[in-house]
T-cell receptor, first 115, second 113 residues
């Protein structure tokens, strides 16, 4: 079955380190999104991509970057991790060309702790 | 800027009760509205998607309605069960037909046996 996976599921890192969170989907969806979820803020959009070589900034993009070299993957990089980036990160994908247009499918999340 | 509000933030009901979760949004020019379910420690699962041309959508014991003019949606859960305990989130596009979503903070539902 098609799915969307994230790795690692849990990560502890130190302030200042570079961290990359992986997202892989097997639906062949064009659209991919990264969100962070924090108590009191809900889900907020970090970056998104509408296809290969396309990347866009979301609501809370400072300190994060993404790249899209193929359809299946959208890795999220924290250039220099900060304690404020401790959060749960979710990747999602969608494809408006499908019958259930606009439905977003979410990965299981990565819990990141920055010490 | 689109904003989504969900009331109440938490709800506890006895098993078997019918209940309504509320979602309101500030910009009524939306293309669709989605309801999601999130179990603790898990990702989000899409429950229902209502297109702007529709008034409601049903899936089993779930019924979602959409009133664009008033900026409101409700999720009705019939004959609630302990397995319905989860956080329910609604989401609308940032603007118009955008695929980017703005989420409410969710309603945490507890159904007590």
């Amino acid at each position: 079955d098609a799915e969307i996976t994230q790795s690692p599921r849990h990560k502890i890192t130190e302030t200042g380190r570079q961290v990359t969170l992986a997202c892989h989907q097997t639906w062949n969806h064009n659209n991919m999104f990264w969100y962070r979820q924090d108590l009191g803020h809900g889900l907020r959009l970090i970056h998104y991509s509408y296809g290969v070589q396309d990347t866009n900034k979301g609501e809370v993009s400072d300190g994060y970057s993404v790249s899209r070299s193929n359809t299946e993957d959208l890795p999220l990089t924290l250039e220099s991790a900060a304690s404020s980036q401790t959060s749960v990160y979710f990747c999602a994908s969608s494809d408006p060309g499908l019958a259930d247009t606009d439905t977003q499918y979410f990965g299981p999340g990565t819990r990141l702790t920055v010490l | 800027k689109q904003e989504v509000t969900q009331i109440p933030a938490a709800l506890s009901v006895p098993e078997g009760e019918n209940l309504v979760l509320n979602c309101s949004f500030t910009d009524s020019a939306i293309y669709n509205l989605q309801w999601f379910r999130q179990d603790p420690g898990k990702g989000l699962t899409s429950l229902l998607l209502i297109q702007s041309s529709q008034r409601e959508q049903t899936s089993g014991r779930l019924n979602a309605s959409l009133d664009k003019s008033s900026g409101r949606s409700t999720l009705y859960i019939a004959a609630s069960q302990p397995g319905d305990s989860a956080t329910y989130l609604c989401a609308v596009p940032y603007q118009g037909g955008s695929e980017k979503l703005v989420f409410g903070k969710g309603t945490k539902l507890t159904v007590n046996p």
